[in-house]
């Protein structure tokens, strides 16, 4: 006998990212699931909705502007038999769901669909409680809005996705591709999941994590006259043995006093400091050079490629060889 398809309803939000409504729509147009676009509607059936870019605007928040008329298949009425629901991102500062759609996304769930959010639609599943006292993940520039208007959420900018069982969310755009490319490998096996990757020509498995495409930090400054000459000397010697002791002698203090007057002026400690910036030499050198991992390692002041990669393990979810297939620049020697 044969299975039936998984039934998949995508919500076409009134302000939404077309890329992340894209990606449900082309992974599930597979076989083994039933794909239905819907949106809420005011006469019954489906309604044409607005569908925006997803980009930063001046402050950060606001609506990007364009974006096209969508019409859906259906109202929401179609939640009420769907086996998995799909938010996709929608568009921070100027969209906010409504009563009628929290209140079909909370019925969904208390009947045993499973839910997924790709990006920002995070935000509309915690609206509707779907995310309190679970790990979610989003975009890791949206993570401190997430945690400051929704605070029973377990906020991870770290990972692509994140799989709670009958929850699901995915961080930033090409992230959407690597969670609903994982619900095919769960509802379907490893060969499908690879089959449909290949279809849409990526990676049916990405290493690493989201960290690892969050720009370096810049380095702590510190007042002019104060230890910015001491961070200057520094940086130009981050692949020597530098010491806590020797920054300190540079400085003319006590390695306490120094301790101290680091972390007042630049708001770290000069072990953090240190290995935030070697790090980011490693970066860079793994960007932008053909160097061994261990020759990284040393003009990163790293000492071994086994040190360099714990750190790039615990700091950034990968490895320094998949971070250079993943970054590495066009032309790099």
Known sequence: MDTPPIRVAVVVLGETALFELGVPAAVFQSPGYELTLCAESEDGGGQARTAGREGPPADGWGRAPGGLRLAADRGLEVLADADTVVVPACVLGSYQPSRALLDALRAAHARG???VS????AFVLAAAGLLDGRTAATHWMYADELRRLHPRVRVDEHSLYVDDGDVLTSAGTAAAIDLCLHIVRVDHGSAAAAEVGRRMVVAPHREGGQAQYVPSPPAPTARAGGLAPVLDWALARLHEPLTIGALAARAGM??????????RETGTTPLKWLN?????????????TGLPVDSVAERAGMGT????????????GTTPAAYRRTFRQRGAP
């Open 118 to 121: 790709l990006c920002s639609g």
């Open 305 to 316: 490629g086994d040190v360099l990669r714990q750190h790039f393990r615990r700091s950034l």
């Open 276 to 288: 935030r910036q070697r790090l980011a030499r490693a970066r860079e050198l793994l960007e932008t």
């Open 254 to 263: 006590s390695t306490r006093t120094f301790g101290r007057y680091f972390v």
């Open 113 to 115: 669909a499973r839910m």
